[in-house]
T-cell receptor, first 115, second 112 residues
């Protein structure tokens, strides 16, 4: 299994540009997440999904959109990029079976700079 | 507001034990995790504990849980230079399961 993969690894955007951060997992996990990590800070949840066709807002959803048309893919869309969106973005997934638990598996991250 | 809280920095000498502390928010059934993040990388799971346990040991790692105080700690025995990283605790409460709450991370620096 490749686990959780993210593309691109690095990107520089100009203010007002748009882009999509790609995330794919091959573990057949139902739950998928997008986090951002600002320098010296912890993770903040942007959006999450509990299955194909279902998404919900996290702590910091403004300026972002997501979709979940398949179990494998969970792209994050930035419209009208702003300098405040300069961050490292992590995608994660987890599978859950009844009362057992599974950890979150993280992708390697996308480092985004908005100038 | 209620947050998962951690101390931000820990310096430890090689060969000593490291203890990283965390306080969490939920008093009901909860899974608690410790993750390690090395520079430029994503988070990797180190260990986890369920809230009905007091302690869990896994090789050099020992997790202690004080449910009364909602306090979680991670002890790393015989700390090595490769243990230098940021350590995050995270909570997944069963009444909001799937929505993990992460602490801000503790940067551990191991000195020779």
């Amino acid at each position: 299994n490749a686990g959780v993969t993210q593309t691109p690894k690095f990107r520089i955007l100009k203010i007002g540009q748009s882009m999509t951060l790609q995330c794919t997992q091959d573990m057949n996990h139902n739950y998928m997440y997008w986090y951002r990590q600002d320098p010296g800070m912890g993770l903040k949840l942007i959006y999450y999904s509990v299955g194909a066709g279902i998404t919900d807002k996290g702590e910091v959803p403004n300026g972002y959109n997501v979709s979940r048309s398949t179990t494998e893919d969970f792209p994050l869309r930035l419209e009208l990029a702003a300098p405040s969106q300069t961050s490292v973005y992590f995608c994660a997934s987890t599978g859950r079976v009844g009362l057992s638990t599974d950890t979150q598996y993280f992708g390697p991250g996308t480092r985004l700079t908005v100038l | 507001g209620e947050d998962v809280e951690q101390s931000l920095f820990l310096s430890v000498r090689e060969g000593d034990s490291s203890v990283i502390n965390c306080t969490y928010t939920d008093s009901s059934s909860t899974y608690l995790y410790w993750y390690k993040q090395e520079p430029g990388a994503g988070l990797q799971l180190l260990t986890y504990i369920f809230s009905n346990m007091d302690m869990k040991q896994d090789q050099r790692l020992t997790v202690l849980l004080n449910k009364k105080d909602k306090h979680l700690s991670l002890r790393i025995a015989d700390t090595q230079t490769g243990d230098s990283a940021i350590y995050f605790c995270a909570e997944d409460a069963l009444d909001s399961w799937g929505k993990f709450q992460f602490g801000a991370g503790t940067q551990v620096v191991v000195t020779p």
